[in-house]
């Protein structure tokens, strides 16, 4: 069983729809990220968070610590947020490090 | 600001033959810095991470290697590829120590061995 599970794999929407992602993961984490990785293959971090929630523009991403569970919100979804969404937890790997520990990615799809 | 570089951005060579990709920072000293590889259908995975110079991690065995001959310049290395080497090479780096810092990727190289 992978440490990191997302869902759905894939998701098509029509423009204008609230979109979730799903992250659940098994192992103890200090801090959980939302990337996103558009087709060229950059990958630009949206959200880092330890607890809580954080918001960013139409963006929100929730964590409940207790229930190993995260989700990305995507409201008013518009085309230009077509992309691979990843989820990584950070995990202590010994000593003074750390390491990322990574979903296999959503593929959204909005269309006009 | 600080601003990751990573080169070539694609390559496409033979099985057996070198590889040689690299990546700098700029704008920060004493980076962690970190070697993922995306291959087809897969998530990320790390192969290799550094503290500093000449301190490297390996996470998972393989025919690939790391060096960081210099504060901010990391490089992955082979001396024979396989087909199964084939993926999305990305280069990431945090500021050294703490849990929760956060994590900035290059733009990536694609290799695809032949």
């Known amino acids: 069983k992978n440490e990191v599970e997302q869902s759905p794999q894939n998701l098509t929407a029509q423009e204008g729809e609230f979109i979730t992602i799903n992250c659940s993961y098994s192992?103890?984490?200090?801090?959980l990220h939302w990337l996103q990785q558009h087709p060229g293959g950059g990958i630009v971090s949206l959200f880092m968070l330890s607890s809580g929630k954080k918001k960013h523009g139409r963006l929100i991403a929730t964590i409940n610590i207790q229930e190993k569970h995260s989700s990305l919100h995507i409201t008013a979804s518009h085309p230009r947020d077509s992309a691979v969404y990843i989820c990584?937890?950070?995990?202590?790997?010994?000593?003074?490090?750390?390491?990322?520990?990574f979903g296999k990615g959503t593929l959204l799809t909005v269309n006009p | 600001s600080q601003t990751i570089h990573q080169w070539p951005a694609t390559l496409v060579q033979p099985v057996g033959s070198p590889l040689s990709l690299e990546c700098t920072v700029e704008?920060?000293?004493?980076?962690?810095l970190y070697w993922y590889r995306q291959a087809a259908g897969r998530g990320l995975q790390l192969l290799f991470y550094?503290?500093?110079?000449?301190?490297i991690s390996s996470e998972v065995p393989q025919n690939l290697s790391a060096s960081r001959p210099q504060d901010r310049q990391f490089i992955l290395s082979s001396k024979k590829l396989l087909l199964s080497d084939s993926g999305f090479y990305l280069c990431?780096?945090?500021?050294?120590?703490?849990?929760?810092?956060?994590?900035?990727f290059g733009p990536g190289t694609r290799l695809t061995v032949t």
């Open positions: 550094s503290i500093g110079i000449d301190q």
């Open positions: 192992v103890g984490i200090s801090a």
């Open positions: 990431a780096w945090t500021t050294s120590g703490g849990p929760s810092y956060e994590q900035y």
């Open positions: 990584a937890v950070r995990s202590w790997s010994g000593g003074s490090n750390y390491k990322l520990t």
């Open positions: 704008g920060t000293s004493n980076p962690n």
